[in-house]
């Protein structure tokens, strides 16, 4: 049974350009969450997908938006990065069930530097 | 809406002493309490949880928490840490109805020392 797998795990970019960030769910988790931690903090919700649909989003900008595709792999864009932007983005799986209980299953995500 | 503080950012202790990560949160609605444990460059890993049903929950490698409801804490122990205990614990809390948006605090950083 394989994990949640993230990629890329570190990248850089400069302000205003675009990222995208992507997340392999673990096997059979059809929901999948995206948290941002940044330095010193703890992770703060973004968004969540289940069947292909966003179900829940945190208080992030649209310019934060994501993918969920039909093999429940997903994607987080961040459009017009800004430097508050740094941060490890971690992405989360989950069956539909556990999902409300909390159990979610990390990736070990992406660091992301906005310079 | 939930919150949750964690008091102590750093709790520096040597192997095989006692720990204990002091965790309190608020909330308006009843929820769900959690311990996740981040190793170095790497993702969180549930380490126990509180739904419902006893208030002292036991999780892996030795853990285990009480859920205080008048007090509203959720306070991690350890009766004797091991060095590979160091890592970043986070608390976090979850309403007990819809998807999970799980509020995490800033986490406390145990450091265990020989």
């Known amino acids: 049974e394989t994990g949640v797998t993230q990629s890329p795990t570190h990248l850089i970019k400069t302000r205003g350009q675009q990222v995208t960030l992507r997340c392999s769910s673990q096997?059979?988790?059809?929901?999948v969450s995206w948290y941002q931690q940044a330095l010193g903090q703890g992770p703060q919700f973004i968004f969540q997908?289940?069947?292909?649909?966003?179900?829940g989003r945190g208080n992030f900008p649209p310019r934060f938006s994501g993918l969920q595709f039909p093999n429940y792999s997903s994607e987080l864009n961040v459009n017009a990065l800004e430097l508050d932007d740094s941060a490890l983005y971690l992405c989360?799986?989950?069956?539909?069930?556990?999902?409300?209980?909390?159990?979610?299953?990390f990736g070990e995500g992406s660091r992301l530097t906005v310079l | 809406a939930q919150s949750v503080t964690q008091l102590d950012s750093q709790v520096p202790v040597f192997e095989e002493a006692p720990v204990e990560l002091r965790c309190n949160y608020s909330?308006?609605?009843?929820?769900?309490l959690f311990w996740y444990v981040q190793y170095p460059n790497q993702g969180l890993q549930l380490l126990l949880k509180?739904?419902?049903?006893?208030?002292l929950v036991k999780g892996i490698n030795g853990f285990e928490a009480e859920f205080n409801k008048s007090q509203t804490s959720f306070h991690l122990r350890k009766p004797s840490v091991h060095i590979s205990d160091t890592a970043e614990y986070f608390c976090?809390?979850?309403?007990?109805?819809?998807?999970?948006?799980?509020?995490f605090g800033k986490g406390t950083m145990l450091l265990v020392s020989p």
């Open positions: 989360a799986s989950s069956l539909p069930g556990a999902s409300a209980s909390g159990e979610l299953f």
């Open positions: 096997s059979g988790h059809n929901t």
């Open positions: 997908y289940y069947r292909e649909e966003e179900n």
């Open positions: 909330s308006s609605v009843s929820v769900y």
């Open positions: 509180y739904l419902s049903g006893s208030t």
């Open positions: 976090a809390v979850n309403p007990d109805s819809g998807y999970s948006t799980l509020t």
